[in-house]
């Protein structure tokens, strides 16, 4: 049998948050060999699957974008193509578009103690072929949502509707909706992003809410960057709108959480600004959670209610009783018509891509493993990820999970170690994993691992902290061990053990 191929570290998924990994790879270490898994057969994970009419980020590009590379765009709030622009340029300037091999699903990955290294298997999606390769650690980017599949609720009655029923994470390329009567079930980010962008083709545009999400208007373009970039160079306008930006994110949920009310009371004061004096706020805009116990939705120069003002779109907020051939029937009597339905209904969560951990013969149960640093798994050696905020950008977590790997690779290569592992403290008390009330997580909380009530098994939603603990803390306490299996001429002791 011949020798499987070998990388130094493996990076899984090619969005987002891979081509950054291998980017911070790739600046940081010369030598190492990387290699990129992706499933699909293109490069950008979110912003290359969702087509849907609208598509943009759901934060600001300044803190969306790489900490490494300027977002040069003018726009604050971009659309697919731009972010997914961005991306693949990236990629190609950092020189890591040749270590991504497509059309790779990763299933399986097991791990040995005494070789020191993982045994991943990938499913080819284009061809069914099998493929195994080793490497010594693995780095799980692909997010936490299922890219085959989007959450759809169990409707009544939808095979008596005669028209036509799309979910946006699957967008038809063929769906004509000009002049068409046009509903879209649900209030978060998709739906308050397509509400606006279908409404000028449309003959109208429901927007059916079971209940309402908080929404604020952002400019569609940011003047103070606009004014940085006149006045200094690139990377400098970058960093300090970036910090800006993140400032006041943190400001926003910070007074969120201990000061629910008098937000709740601003936002709803925002919205009546923009909408008719006799608009029913109340019922369509006024949530029974407080800001940020679910994200917030952004809106870009408040498009949303400047089509609900003009007509083109109206906000339903009622229950559904059951579709029937024209459209749907509500629990009040109402009946909506509709010639197309879209059911932005969100997502499934899927932690680590779905693929299975297995550490010297045993498989992982992930609700057993406790997370360490919101970048690894207890029990689970030379194994991290990136899960972004839940608060802030996504890319602003990913960034700094990027470079305490670099870190923690670069403290092994120094003292010859192999492997590390974090074991977990039976003292600290389990936490859910993600702390929003929204449905996508509490469908998914006991598919995925615990956080723990205390540092450093606390994910805490805060990037000035982390960047004091991922960028510049040390990297071993009492949960970290590091060790020696294999014969190094670098390591201090040919079976050293240290914590």
């Not at 990820?385 to 120094?414: F, P, Q």
């Amino acid at each position: 049998m011949s020798e499987l191929e070998h990388v130094d570290v493996l990076v899984v998924g090619a969005g987002l948050s891979g081509i950054g990994a291998a980017c911070h790879l790739r600046t940081t270490f010369g030598d190492k060999t990387v290699a990129i898994l992706e499933a699909r057969d293109d490069i950008g994970g979110t912003w290359d699957l969702f087509r849907y009419p609208g598509i943009r980020s759901d934060s600001d590009m300044f803190t969306l974008g790489y900490r490494f590379r300027p977002w040069r765009e003018r726009e604050a709030i971009a659309d697919g193509p731009a972010i997914l622009n961005y991306v693949r340029e990236t990629a190609h300037e950092y020189g890591v578009y040749d270590a991504i091999r497509f059309n790779h699903r990763v299933v399986r990955a097991e791990w040995s103690s005494a070789d020191a290294r993982w045994t991943v298997t990938a499913e080819r999606t284009d061809t069914a072929e099998t493929v195994r390769l080793t490497c010594d650690f693995l780095f799980s980017c692909s997010g936490y949502y299922r890219y085959d599949e989007g959450y759809t609720p169990d409707f009544p009655g939808t095979e008596r509707f005669s028209g036509r029923i799309v979910h946006p994470q699957h967008w038809p390329e063929d769906l004509d909706y000009a002049g068409k009567r046009v509903v879209v079930i649900g209030s978060g980010a998709t739906a308050v992003t397509l509400v606006p962008a279908m409404a000028p083709d449309a003959a109208h545009v429901t927007m059916l809410q079971r209940s309402p999400s908080y929404i604020i208007t952002i400019p569609g373009q940011d003047a103070i960057a606009t004014g940085l970039r006149k006045a200094l160079p690139d990377r400098a306008a970058y960093m300090l709108t970036r910090w800006k930006n993140v400032l006041l994110q943190i400001a926003i949920f910070q007074l969120s959480r201990r000061r629910p009310a008098m937000v709740r009371a601003l936002l709803k004061k925002l919205v009546r600004k923009q909408l008719p004096r006799d608009y029913d706020v109340e019922t369509h805009f006024n949530p029974d959670y407080n800001p940020w116990d679910q994200r917030l939705c952004l809106v870009p120069d408040g498009d949303l209610f400047k089509t609900i003002s003009e007509g083109a779109a109206y906000v339903v907020t009622d229950h559904i009783d059951t579709f029937d051939e024209s459209g749907i029937r509500l629990t009040s009597g109402r009946h909506v018509a509709a010639d197309v339905i879209v059911t932005a209904t969100g997502l499934n969560l899927l932690a680590f891509g779905g693929m299975e951990l297995v550490v010297d013969g045993r498989e992982i149960n992930l609700p057993e493993t406790m997370a360490y640093k919101g970048v690894m798994l207890t029990g689970v050696p030379n194994f991290a990820y990136v899960i972004g905020y839940t608060n802030a950008s996504w890319t602003l977590k990913a960034d700094l999970a990027c470079e305490y790997l670099c870190r923690l690779l670069a403290h092994m290569d120094t003292h010859g170690y192999d492997s590390c592992v974090v074991e977990r403290d039976p003292t600290v008390a389990e936490e859910p994993f993600l702390d929003l009330s929204s449905g996508y997580v509490r469908r998914a909380l006991d598919r995925l691992p615990a956080q723990g009530d205390r540092l450093p098994w606390k994910l805490r939603q805060n990037y000035l902290r982390d960047v004091v603990d991922l960028r510049h803390g040390k990297l071993y306490d009492d949960a970290m061990t590091f060790s020696t299996t294999r014969t190094s001429s670098a390591a201090t002791g040919a079976a050293g053990r240290d914590r």
